[in-house]
């Protein structure tokens, strides 16, 4: 099963809202609401942001949010800062207990 | 609080294994699922498997079936992670990462870096 598709770069400037898509199929994305995010900063480890689709994890800015759309899953950046940096990961349940991931997302703040 | 230390950086040569531990600590490990990934250079994460730390059920993905194995030591919290025939394409960092369930993952290890090279 390929991975899910992200763009591959995105950008921003601060204070601005930014949204990294991440397209699947019907196997995964279209058929279960169990999308995660993660920010990974480089040479560390990946930090979860939002699960099923929506959820903040612990501890995670209100200015994180997450949606579905079909086969599509958003993560919406609001009011952008440069710690926001780094790479973005998708990753959907992909049914029979099996999970993917994106090919993730660098987002630049300018 | 929730914490996952991995094994130190390993050097292999093609065809050898390699095993890679995982402990936690500052919750109950047999209530949660081990979750191991991996990300190559400048490549995106692959999810590899799980071991559910309670009861042993392992779940594999289709790309490794032949030639990795999930174990636990519940006495020691501690997971691992075997990967056998190794190639140069297994040269990656490796994580582990706690779930709740088979879902996702809300704390990970600190990665362990593993090159095969002859």
């Known amino acids: 099963q390929s991975a899910l598709i992200q763009p591959a770069s995105v950008s921003g400037s601060p204070g601005q809202s930014l949204t990294i898509s991440c397209t699947g199929s019907?196997?995964?994305?279209?058929?279960?609401?169990?999308v995660s995010w993660y920010h990974q900063l480089p040479g560390t480890a990946p930090k979860l942001l939002i699960y099923?689709?929506?959820q903040r994890s612990s501890g995670i800015s209100t200015r994180f949010s997450g949606s579905k759309s079909g086969d599509t899953a958003s993560l919406t950046i609001s009011g952008l800062v440069t710690e926001d940096e780094g790479q973005y990961h998708c990753?959907?349940?992909?049914?029979?207990?099996?999970?993917?991931f994106g090919g993730g997302t660098r987002l630049t703040v300018l | 609080q929730v914490q996952l230390v991995q094994s130190g950086a390993e050097v292999k040569k093609p065809g050898t294994s390699v095993k890679i531990s995982c402990k936690a600590s500052?919750?109950?490990?047999?209530?949660?699922?081990i979750h191991w990934m991996r990300q190559a250079p400048g490549q995106s994460l692959q999810w590899m498997g799980w071991?559910?730390?309670?009861?042993?059920?392992?779940k594999v993905s289709d790309k490794f079936s032949d030639r990795i194995g999930f174990q636990r030591d519940t006495s020691a919290n501690m997971a691992y992670m075997q990967l056998t025939s190794l190639e140069s394409d297994d040269t990656a960092i490796y994580f582990c990462?706690?779930?709740?369930?088979?879902?996702?993952?809300?704390?990970w290890g600190q990665g362990t870096l593993v090159t095969v090279s002859s």
């Open positions: 990753c959907s349940y992909a049914g029979n207990r099996t999970l993917i």
């Open positions: 071991i559910n730390a309670g009861s042993g059920d392992t």
């Open positions: 990462g706690r779930g709740r369930n088979s879902f996702y993952s809300d704390s």
């Open positions: 019907r196997r995964d994305i279209g058929s279960y609401n169990f």
């Open positions: 099923e689709v929506s």
């Open positions: 500052g919750y109950t490990f047999t209530n949660y699922i």
